[in-house]
């Protein structure tokens, strides 16, 4: 291949970090093949297969990568057929670690439980096992939580909780578990991220209000629309007063000063019953 530049310094990075960001379809997979190539064959390093880690996101690109080594292994093998070391390559190559980083994490474990005091004879659980387990943990964690009536978190359920049921509050918790269980380290992830000082509730609050803000002028300009339109069209006068009476709503609305205010306002919120327009017989 004709590498670019850029591609040729990756290719030849040796002996420290290199993050490599391009796009789709930019050929980062025969980039790395290359590097892991040129790795192998070179004698200075006289690096074996087996002793490289290559991890992927997906069983397929792993295979992927495994196919495109043991080709460029055995091209290099064509124009050197006596090469004991490239020879080697080949019969290593069933035992290199290129795999999902899942995958490796489980070699990991079963390889070494004596170093990690856990049972040799652990499996992987299931996706549905998984989804049941977290629901089971859920319906025990907000049951203990409605009993103890605690009223923070009784007005977290009003505010999440729907009509039907509390979905909304359980989907809630379980996005925010799955955020805190990507970062690194999960407890420390969740206090930064709802302990904020008096500086950050300032900052955060502002947003939210410009947010809401937003949401409510645009909710003003539709309700002005539609009590133009009930004004001029025939037949729907009726409806002029009932958008007139959400629009002066929306208006209070925008003229809070801040959080609170705002909350206050809309908790306030009352609608009128929407007219009956008797069809003409």
């Not at 291949?1 to 930019?26: F, H, P, R």
């Not at 490289?52 to 055995?74: C, D, N, P, Q, Y």
Request: proline content about 4%.
């Amino acid at each position: 291949m004709d590498w670019t530049d850029e591609q040729k310094q990756v290719i030849a990075s040796a002996g420290q970090n290199l993050l490599v960001s391009a796009a789709a379809g930019s050929g980062k997979t025969a980039v790395l093949v290359e590097h892991i190539l040129q790795k192998i064959e070179n004698p200075a390093e006289a690096v074996n297969i087996n002793e490289l880690l290559v991890v992927t996101f997906t069983r397929a690109a792993a295979a992927e990568m495994k196919e495109r080594i043991s080709a460029g292994i055995s091209l290099r093998l064509e124009k050197e057929p006596e090469n004991r070391h490239l020879q080697r390559q080949i019969s290593l190559l069933p035992q290199a670690r290129i795999s999902t980083i899942d995958s490796f994490c489980t070699w990991l474990v079963k390889n070494y439980f004596f170093e990690l005091e856990v049972d040799p004879d652990f499996r992987l659980m299931e996706e549905g096992e998984d989804r049941l387990l977290r629901e089971e943990i859920l319906d025990a964690l907000l049951e203990d939580a409605f009993s103890r009536r605690d009223p923070a978190f009784l007005h977290l359920a009003d505010a999440f909780s729907g009509i039907r049921g509390d979905r909304p509050l359980r989907d809630l918790v379980l996005r925010c578990y799955d955020l805190a269980d990507s970062e690194p380290w999960p407890e420390e992830w969740i206090r930064r991220s709802y302990e904020l000082g008096s500086s950050e509730k300032e900052a955060w609050q502002k947003k939210l209000l410009e947010g809401l803000r937003s949401q409510a002028a645009a909710a003003a300009a539709i309700l002005l629309e539609n009590r133009k339109e009930a004004d001029e069209q025939e037949g729907l006068e009726a409806y002029a007063d009932m958008f007139q009476a959400d629009l002066v709503q929306a208006e209070k609305l925008l003229e809070a000063e801040d959080l609170p205010a705002f909350l206050e306002q809309l908790g306030n919120l009352t609608f009128v019953r929407k007219p009956t327009i008797r069809k003409p017989k």
